[in-house]
C-alpha cells in the first residue's frame, strides 16, 4: 500500500489560513521500464484557490522532484498543463481543488496522445493535423506581396469564427473524442475546428483546399458527433459545432 507523505505541519507553520488538506494521487509512468502506471499518493494543504497544478508542484518540490509535468504559463494560455482530473481532461493550471469538492484528486496523463512519462504527453499528433488543415489565411502571393491592400470585415464577419481563433492547442478535446480513442488516424476535433476557423474567415481564399484535406477516410465523417470535446475546452471552442459547419459546406448547405 503506498504511504501517504504529508507537508500539512510545515505548511501549517507557514499558514495559519491553510485549513484543508487534499489526497492527491499522481499517476507514475516510464515506458522504457514500467509494465504499467501506479499511482503515488501524497496529502496536500490547500487553499480556496489553490490549483492541481500547484499541488503537484508542491510534491515536486518536497517529496519527488522527478514527477513529469509540462506546464509553462500558469494562467490557461500556453495549453501545456491538460491531464485528466478525477475522470476528466482539464487544464491542471486553471482546476482549483475546491472546485472539484473531492477528498482526492487523481491526476492522470491525457488520453488519445502517448506517455512520455507521468503527466507529460507527446503532442506531436496534434501539431501534424493543426499544420495538415493550413491554419493560416490563404490568399493569393501577388495580393499578400502589395502591402497596399487592407483585408477589413465587418462585427458580423468577426463573428463567424472568433471563437474558434482562442484555441489554445492544448488538446483536451482530443483526449475526450471517443473516435481518437479507436482511430489513430483520425484527424481529431483541434484540426476540424481549425479548419473551421480558417474556411469562416472572410478573408480567407483556402476553403475548397482544406475541405479536400477533411474529407477523406479518416476525417471528418468519423465524427460520431458525441460532442465530448466541446464539453471539455477550457476556451470556449465549440468544435462539435465547427464540425457540423463544415459538413454542412460539404453537403452543399453552406457556401
Ligand atoms: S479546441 Fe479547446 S480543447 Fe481543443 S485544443 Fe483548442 S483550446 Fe484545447
Ligand atoms: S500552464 Fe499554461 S495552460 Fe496551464
Known amino acids: 500500500m503506498t504511504q501517504v507523505p504529508s507537508i500539512a505541519e510545515e505548511q501549517t507553520a507557514k499558514s495559519s489560513s491553510s485549513s484543508k488538506s487534499v ?21 496536500i494543504p490547500y487553499e480556496r484557490w489553490t490549483t492541481v497544478l500547484e499541488a503537484i508542484l508542491k510534491v515536486k518540490k518536497h517529496f519527488d522532484h522527478s514527477v513529469a509535468v509540462r506546464y509553462s504559463c500558469r494562467q490557461a494560455t500556453c495549453g501545456s498543463c491538460g491531464m485528466i482530473i478525477n475522470g476528466k481532461p482539464r487544464l491542471a493550471c486553471f482546476t482549483k481543488i475546491s472546485e472539484l469538492d473531492s477528498d482526492v484528486v487523481t491526476v492522470e496523463p491525457m488520453n488519445n496522445f502517448p506517455i512520455i512519462r507521468d503527466l507529460a504527453v507527446r503532442f506531436e499528433r496534434l501539431f501534424d493535423t493543426h499544420n495538415k488543415v493550413k491554419p493560416y489565411l490563404i490568399r493569393e502571393d501577388s495580393e499578400i506581396k502589395s502591402n497596399e491592400k487592407e483585408f477589413l470585415q465587418s462585427p458580423e464577419e468577426v463573428e463567424q469564427y472568433i471563437q474558434f481563433s482562442n484555441c489554445i492547442k492544448c488538446g483536451l478535446c482530443n483526449s475526450a473524442c471517443p473516435t481518437m480513442a479507436t482511430d489513430s488516424s483520425f484527424i481529431g476535433p483541434q484540426a476540424l475546428a481549425q479548419a473551421y476557423r480558417y474556411v469562416a474567415d472572410s478573408r480567407d481564399k483556402g476553403k475548397d483546399t482544406r475541405l479536400k484535406i477533411i474529407d477523406e477516410s479518416h476525417g471528418i465523417w468519423r465524427c460520431h458527433f458525441a460532442g465530448s470535446c466541446s464539453q471539455v ?21 453552406r457556401s
Open 23 to 43: 489526497k492527491l494521487r499522481i499517476a507514475k509512468y516510464n515506458p522504457e521500464h514500467d509494465g504499467e502506471s501506479k499511482f503515488m499518493e501524497f496529502s
Open 233 to 253: 475546452c477550457p476556451k470556449g471552442v465549440d468544435p462539435a459545432m465547427g464540425i457540423q459547419f463544415l459538413r454542412g459546406y460539404l453537403l452543399g448547405f
